[in-house]
């Protein structure tokens, strides 16, 4: 289109130089350069002019000239909008092609970075690192002063402690708070802020280059690991894939997708945990232990490398320090209390984990075949009515039922047998399901419980913490029932028993006939319970049978 030249008149000497150059950009790249070049002479302090000299390099993909020609725009125009606007740009090519970034949550950032191609990314990240390391600085430290949103804020000074290590002693601690003052509004412990401060701000604490000279607070170590816990438990048993919905398989879950690794969060902050991933979810707990552990200088976290195959020898050397606290042969200081509950903790919740994601199995066909603990039904040895032994615990099943572990060897009922007071019950061999270390993973759930119950200051942490960690509220319940069972602990298994029961049947009779409200009542209670009706009838049933 051609301008009139009443049109032209109106611009200003400069306006003119630049809408030449402009004009010539497509048809001749050197003749619009020479005007700008005259532009650039006669003009040197006109922003429009030098901006415009910046954008042909740019469109040119000339990597060196166009950072020498921001640089000097950074240094003699600072307060323009159109370079805020070009350097917001940049600081977002820079973050999506950042190794820091890959596995964090900066979905603030992703609506305008995928406007722009990847040419224009890796255009643009190239640009800023042929700029000067003094202008690199002042570019990320500009932005995130800029920047109104938190996310986005924090995700900044996260990159300007990774170009620049010896910036993390003074930001790092702004970090912390900033992203601990942001989450208060938000009570799930899966939000976008304490993912940022978890997976992302808590390793520059701990284990970046300048991480032995920050001067971190004890109490905030304590407090940012109790913060880590919860995520990544509340990661775990909040997966979409966890097995609640379903009554029959136990509302505790099995965080497990199909990937094989933790992938970025959603917009609310959680993840989906890919398959294989719930270990990488756990050896993230026990790596955050170890280093926060080690910034404390707690010497029981140096054992957690390898916890899968130490659990029981780090539990030992837990109890020793319990026996010597007692005996007096240790001082008992409020560090060593933090050090005994963090680690008795952190093994709990593990071996909770194996054990209530593992008592409810989906078979190869799709159908449920869960697992559930009873005291077991065995007919006397002698056959005579009168007798009664009977083992501490085991498991029975029925076609729906599988054994937790082997039965130790019963005499089934026979034709022959007239004692009408004797059960008889079908028990298999629970194949395929048996191995799997659940009697194993019960007992250290129960000797952890029992560590962390000795101790009143052990115990007022032990409930502090559950308390904010409702997600784990149903896995808990199967717990401290089986727990009974274990411990032979029967007439207080068959009050807890009956009074799940109870729940499930909304308070009433069971036998009356259900309305709205009470099949209301009903599905409420089959979301919260752990187990279902038949699991609350097999266990009343073997608690009644072993009470005579």
């Not at 020479?34 to 910046?54: D, H, R």
């Not at 009554?247 to 497990?256: D, E, Q």
């Not at 395929?432 to 993973?441: D, P, R, W």
């Amino acid at each position: 289109m051609v301008v009139p030249d009443i049109e032209l008149s109106n611009l200003a000497d400069e306006e003119y130089l630049i809408y030449r150059a402009k004009e010539l950009r497509l048809a001749s790249s050197s003749a619009s350069k020479s005007w700008l070049i005259t532009a650039q002479v006669l003009y040197p302090n006109n922003f429009a002019v030098q901006f415009e000299v910046y954008l042909i390099e740019k469109a040119a993909r000339n990597v060196m000239e166009a950072a020498k020609c921001l640089g000097n725009l950074l240094h003699q125009f600072q307060q323009e909008a159109s370079l805020f606007s070009e350097i917001d740009n940049i600081m977002r090519a820079v973050q999506s092609n950042s190794s820091l970034f890959e596995d964090s949550d900066y979905s603030c950032l992703a609506a305008s970075a995928a406007a722009a191609s990847n040419d224009d990314m890796n255009f643009l990240t190239q640009l800023f690192y042929a700029l000067p390391k003094g202008i690199q600085r002042g570019l990320v430290m500009g932005a995130a002063e800029r920047c109104t949103d938190t996310m986005s804020h924090c995700s900044l000074l996260l990159l300007l402690t990774s170009l620049f290590p010896e910036t993390t002693s003074l930001q790092a601690p702004n970090l912390v708070e900033t992203l601990l003052s942001a989450e208060k509004m938000n009570p799930s412990p899966l939000n976008p802020y304490r993912r940022k401060l978890v997976c992302s701000v808590l390793p520059v604490l701990v284990s970046g280059e300048s991480s032995s000279s920050l001067n971190v607070p004890r109490h905030l170590l304590h407090r940012l690991l109790g913060l880590a816990i919860e995520y990544y438990t509340a990661l775990l048993y909040s997966s979409n894939s966890t097995h609640s919905a379903n009554k029959s398989v136990h509302s505790s879950g099995n965080a497990i997708g199909n990937s094989s690794s933790v992938k970025p969060g959603n917009s609310d902050g959680s993840s989906n945990i890919s398959s294989n991933s719930e270990s990488s979810v756990w050896q993230s707990v026990f790596s955050c232990l170890r280093q926060l552990g080690g910034r404390l200088g707690w010497p029981l976290v140096e054992h957690l490398s390898n916890v899968e195959g130490n659990r029981e020898m780090i539990l030992q050397r837990v109890q020793a320090v319990m026996k010597n606290i007692n005996t007096g042969a240790q001082p008992e200081t409020e560090e060593t209390k933090k050090e005994l509950f963090y680690v008795t903790f952190v093994l709990f919740l593990h071996a909770l984990y194996e054990y209530t994601t593992n008592v409810a199995k989906e078979n190869s066909g799709g159908s449920m075949v869960g697992l559930t603990l009873v005291e077991a039904f065995i007919a006397p040895a002698g056959g005579g009515a009168n007798s009664s032994s009977h083992s501490r615990s085991s498991s029975v099943c029925s076609d729906d039922l599988d054994v937790l572990s082997p039965p130790r060897l019963k005499k089934h009922r026979t034709s022959q047998d007239n004692d009408s007071l004797v059960p008889y019950i079908s028990v298999g061999q629970g194949e395929g399901v048996c191995g799997a270390g659940l009697g194993q993973a019960l007992s250290t759930c129960i000797k952890c419980w029992d560590l962390l119950h000795s101790h009143a200051a052990l115990r007022t942490e032990l409930t502090a913490q559950l308390e904010r960690l409702s997600c784990i509220g149903s896995a808990l319940r199967l717990f401290t029932t089986d727990m009974l069972l274990h411990d032979a602990r029967l007439t207080e298994a068959s009050r807890d028993i009956k009074g799940m029961m109870a729940q499930l049947h909304g308070g009433g009779d069971a036998d009356a006939p259900p309305d709205a409200v009470a099949n209301a009542q009903q599905a409420a209670a089959a979301n919260t319970l752990p187990f279902s009706h038949l699991e609350l009838c097999l266990k009343l049933a073997s608690v009644n049978y072993a009470l005579n």
